[in-house]
């Protein structure tokens, strides 16, 4: 006579497990939705009001000088060598020199255009992107870095793309005729009261160029 009732206790002992299963499962699932819920969520407004108070004041500073460090790797042909770039409205100065201190390359904005000297020759022309590539071999698109450098769009078609943890620009892709850029931030510094990008890398197609920013002036 006592096997029914034992039958009926290890009934409502299963009874309870069952519940409890469900109970944790169900918590289980509200948890994960949660957590779906919380990484789904778009920027707050003030970040977003931030982002393009920034983009602002990046295209109202004209004038600034950087110094470091460039390499350029394509293949397997590596070059690296230290930077000095100084710009602002009426004047460019770009120099390249190897570790040693022996000029690589110098480019500097003149009154009909822009000057270039290499291995010890001097070149001139109205444009400065075709002047650089025609002359160093050197695929560098300065015009827009003079923006990117900034982490800024150089055109308005540029697409701009911010680090959800910090609002700071994260990367920028950029198509130049059937030629697709993109730019990819890693650190900045503070400068005053700018974040400026201190390393950052271009890349297109087979070519990446880095650059690692030791010194940043402003003056805006």
Avoid at 107 to 120: K, N, P, T
Wanted: charge should be positive; glycine fraction near 6%; proline fraction near 4%.
């Amino acid at each position: 006579m006592t096997l029914p009732f034992a039958c009926s206790n290890n009934s409502r002992s299963f009874s309870r497990l069952k519940q409890w299963r469900i109970i944790a499962q169900a918590a289980v699932i509200s948890t994960i939705l949660s957590a779906c819920s919380l990484f789904s969520q778009p920027p707050e407004p003030q970040s977003v009001a931030a982002q393009k108070l920034r983009q602002q004041q990046m295209a109202e500073i004209s004038e600034w000088l950087v110094k470091g460090k460039m390499a350029f790797m394509q293949g397997s042909e590596r070059k690296s060598a230290n930077l000095y770039w100084r710009h602002n409205q009426d004047e460019l100065k770009l120099n390249l020199t190897t570790f040693l201190g022996v000029n690589v390359l110098s480019l500097s904005s003149i009154d009909s255009g822009y000057e270039l000297r290499v291995d010890g020759k001097r070149y001139t022309g109205p444009q400065l992107q075709p002047l650089l590539a025609g002359v160093s071999g050197i695929e560098l698109p300065v015009d827009d870095l003079t923006y990117w450098i900034k982490g800024a769009k150089a055109k308005s078609q540029d697409a701009l793309f911010f680090n959800s943890e910090n609002g700071l620009p994260a990367r920028i892709q950029a198509l130049r005729g059937n030629r697709m850029w993109q730019v990819d931030y890693q650190e900045f510094t503070k400068v005053d009261e700018h974040y400026m990008p201190s390393k950052l890398t271009l890349k297109h197609g087979q070519l990446t160029i880095k650059l690692a920013i030791t010194d940043w002036q402003l003056d805006d």
